[in-house]
T-cell receptor, first 114, second 115 residues
């Protein structure tokens, strides 16, 4: 069975700082996809970034980047130059090739302080 | 991305009544729809998976007779909470999967409060 673990229930940083959210996963699959989703107070799930396991290059989307360590089964999210609007719950999620289900981590509540 | 709506966005009902929640896509044909429940400060918990025209597959511990799912078309799925009780109060989210590139989109969620 696939599992996703986020070991940081809450984090808090000052605006403009860089913050890294941790995520580890467990799977025996070879072809899979990893995601970071943001859930702001509106509760709408927003895709932040996506990584295909077969790609060695770490995904980047503007201020958001990941550190994908396949051997260690680690998938951390780095937010650079954090902004007040980044305050949200962040969920790490996993799915594998041919599957449709998403397995979510427990979430990390991130607060950006002015 | 696709435009996905859920109706109602918020509903308050009395204990014992039934509530229907719609998940609708305007511009995306979903092969599969998923329904999640999210309690405060917790992660999303998958309740059931449904394919158009087929019976839904429920996760362990989810009562199929209590949470009725109808996937009537590629753009519409409904979740009916029958004989709702206060412990059913939660945030319900749909997720759509499909399209030519196996895309996925979330609905904005429905907050259900049972008094």
């Amino acid at each position: 069975a696939q599992t996703v673990t986020q070991s940081q229930p809450e984090m808090s940083v000052q605006e403009a700082e860089t913050v890294t959210l941790s995520c580890t996963y467990d799977t025996s699959e070879n072809n899979y996809y990893l995601f970071w989703y943001k859930q702001p107070p509106s509760r709408q799930m927003i895709l932040v970034i996506r990584q295909e396991a077969y790609k060695q290059q770490n995904a980047t989307e503007n201020r958001f980047s990941v550190n994908f360590q396949k051997a260690a089964k680690s998938f951390s999210l780095k937010i650079s130059d954090s902004q007040l609007g980044d305050t949200a719950m962040y969920f790490c999620a996993f799915t594998f090739q041919g599957a449709q289900k998403l397995v979510f981590g427990q979430g990390t509540r991130l607060t950006i302080n002015p | 991305g696709a435009v996905v709506s859920q109706h109602p966005s918020r509903v308050i009902c009395k204990s014992g009544t039934s509530v229907k929640i719609e998940c609708r896509s305007l511009d995306f044909q979903a092969t599969t729809m998923f329904w999640y429940r999210q309690f405060p400060k917790q992660s999303l918990m998958l309740m059931a998976t449904s394919n158009e025209g087929s019976k839904a597959t429920y996760e362990q511990g989810v009562e199929k007779d209590k949470f009725l799912i109808n996937h009537a078309s590629l753009t519409l799925s409904t979740l009916t909470v029958t004989s709702a009780h206060p412990e059913d109060s939660s945030f319900y989210i749909c997720r759509l999967w499909g399209g030519n590139y196996n895309e996925q989109f979330f609905g904005p969620g429905t907050r259900l409060t049972v008094l």
